[in-house]
């Protein structure tokens, strides 16, 4: 007898289909059009710092390096970039200088802090341009009350180049150092106390706490500090344009202040913009050795 193999009978399932997630591409969609819309006005203004464009003209042309060139043999860049240079180191010292004092003086629990805390947001809460239009008022030469409170008659502090300069550092560091002071406040009240309560026990003197524990412990917070401070006063022009507009002479012209007056009196948007970028790389460069720096000090802690 002979028996045939019966076949199984094959069935044809349909394909399974994978469900797409889409929730990463959405979640992450804002973040790419930001960065195209950051990236795409920066490549062109690259772009434009190798032309002669020009804001009067409706035509330009490739110049390659020689708006960048033009900067090593013009003295009223270097000049200015002294004066971004100058602005920005002193304003970083007693920044952080008088931002500690206050943030020492704050942490302790004594009558009236709250009060002084209170105080303190003040000038962060004006604007830099109401700021500089205030200090601008008060030291009027004729009419201002600084004047008169200190028996300097009529002396005008922004006809001089360094009384000039000195209003110009006053306003900003009277403007930026509450945000000092509130940031390193708050990193000083989230250190551990037993090192400080050991180093109390022991007999160390108050300098020692801050030399050899206060400020070591407080490192990622002064980086922060510094990392912001850095960006921001590099590019001071609000404070400059409201009160001296970059005078007397060129005693107060930093770089923004020398690009904008290039641009709106010139029209020359091209070596205007190489202006910009040479400064804009030495922001990048410090900004980044700070922030590897952060995170340097974040990974030992």
Known sequence: MVTTAVKPEVINEPPIRKRKDWLPVIMTTPAVLALI????????????SFTNFSLIKTT???????????????????????????????????EFLFGFLITIL???????????RTLLMLPL??????????????????TGPINYLFGLGDFAWLA??????FVVMFIEIWSSTPFVALVLLSGLQSLPKEPFEA?????????????????????????????????DVIKLFDV??????????????????????????????????????MLWIIN???????AGRWRKSMGSM
Not at 37 to 48: D, E, L, R
């Open 37 to 48: 819309g950051m990236m795409y006005p920066f490549a062109i203004a690259v772009y434009y």
């Open 60 to 94: 330009h042309k490739f110049v390659g390096f020689q708006n960048y060139a033009r900067l090593f043999t013009n003295p009223d860049f270097w000049e200015a970039m002294g004066n971004t240079l100058f602005f920005a180191t002193t304003a970083l010292i007693f």
């Open 106 to 116: 704050l942490n302790n629990q004594v009558k009236g802090v709250r009060l002084m």
């Open 125 to 142: 809460m004006l604007p830099p341009v109401i700021a500089a239009m205030m200090w601008r008022t008060m030291l009027a030469s004729n």
């Open 160 to 165: 001089h180049p360094w009384s000039a300069r």
């Open 199 to 231: 180093a109390q026990v022991d007999g160390a003197n108050f300098f020692f706490v801050i030399r050899r524990l206060m400020l070591p412990m407080l490192q990622p917070f002064i980086l922060v500090v510094l990392l912001f401070r850095v960006v």
């Open 240 to 277: 400059i344009f409201t009160t001296t507009q970059g005078g007397p002479m060129y005693s107060t012209t930093t770089i923004p202040v020398l690009v904008f007056r290039e641009v709106f009196k010139f029209f020359t948007l091209g070596s205007a913009i190489a202006k910009v970028l």
């Open 284 to 290: 990048y460069a410090l900004s980044f050795w700070l």
